[in-house]
């Protein structure tokens, strides 16, 4: 390295050759080499940089179609889990049948069937499930009609028997489906068994009913007063000893006042506040 004729600084060498008696000189000038390296540098930054622009434009077009697909998968994944937590809690067992009203599905949540066993409705219809002659049966015939009929349906109470002769009620509550050329394809929907509740209910209109005969041939009557409402219930004997239209009394502690003999009001109404103190 050094300085030319002209003074500038250049990079030279220098080979002699002897059998000419002489030498060869070659010789750049620095800046060009700067020049050059400073274009290629400059070319590799640019040529990096639009890498990087181009990595950048791909990971937003294919990351953020990954994230939001994550985003819905956990949407889902948390969706179930309601869902089958609801599902648990509710004791419902989720169908679908077909456009023939076939069982294709029936789903239990909870793995304890105690209605309904996959095995023997699947390919059968809901009435021919039912384990008897519906065409006896009221609830039956209006529900196939509605079915029938495509219309949705919501908590229709409906008689099963099993194989055994025992009885169970199901509440069941569906929607139809159809296609997208707006062809009928069959019901989505969910049951629920109700068999403790009707027999609660039966245990209670029994007992009830054994109550009210009891207050008849004792005639005694019961009743009940709401001391924030006002409102009175009486048993049906009540009624009959007073001889009083339960549709005409409107059933409240002054209309029982008015129904005694005005010489026994006062008494009446004091004994009655002496049981509120008491």
């Known amino acids: 390295?050094?300085?030319?004729?002209?003074?500038?600084?250049?990079?030279?060498?220098?080979?002699?050759?002897?059998?000419?008696?002489?030498?060869?000189?070659?010789?750049?000038?620095?800046?060009?080499?700067?020049?050059?390296?400073?274009?290629?540098?400059?070319?590799?930054?640019?040529?990096?940089?639009?890498?990087?622009?181009?990595?950048?434009?791909?990971?937003?077009?294919?990351?953020?179609?990954?994230?939001?697909?994550?985003?819905?998968?956990?949407?889902?994944?948390?969706?179930?889990?309601?869902?089958?937590?609801?599902a648990e809690i509710s004791s419902d067992r989720f169908w679908e049948v077909d456009e023939n009203y076939r069982f294709t599905r029936l789903t239990d949540v909870t793995g304890n069937l105690t209605f309904l066993d996959p095995g023997q409705v699947i390919g059968r219809t809901r009435w021919e499930a039912a384990g008897f002659d519906i065409t006896t049966d009221e609830d039956w015939c209006r529900h196939k009609l509605s079915v029938e009929s495509h219309e949705p349906f919501r908590n229709t109470e409906l008689k099963f028997k099993r194989e055994d002769g025992s009885t169970y009620y199901l509440r069941v509550s569906g929607n139809p489906v159809f296609d997208s050329n707006g062809k009928f394809a069959g019901y989505r929907g969910s049951s629920a068994d109700m068999t403790d509740r009707k027999r609660d209910e039966k245990e209670l209109e029994f007992s009830k009913a054994r109550l009210t005969e009891a207050q008849r041939i004792t005639k005694t009557g019961s009743w009940e007063l709401d001391l924030a409402s006002g409102d009175l219930v009486w048993s049906d004997e009540i009624y009959r000893i007073f001889d009083i239209d339960p549709e005409k009394f409107d059933a409240s502690y002054d209309a029982f006042l008015a129904a005694i003999h005005p010489d026994d009001v006062a008494d009446v109404d004091k004994a009655y506040s002496n049981s509120l103190v008491d």
């Open 1 to 86: 390295v050094g300085l030319d004729y002209r003074g500038i600084k250049v990079l030279a060498a220098y080979e002699p050759v002897a059998v000419l008696n002489a030498g060869i000189v070659a010789k750049m000038d620095l800046a060009e080499i700067r020049q050059s390296f400073l274009q290629a540098g400059i070319a590799s930054t640019v040529g990096s940089l639009f890498i990087l622009f181009l990595g950048f434009i791909l990971f937003r077009r294919i990351g953020e179609p990954l994230v939001a697909l994550e985003k819905a998968e956990q949407s889902v994944r948390e969706s179930e889990a309601r869902y089958r937590e609801m």
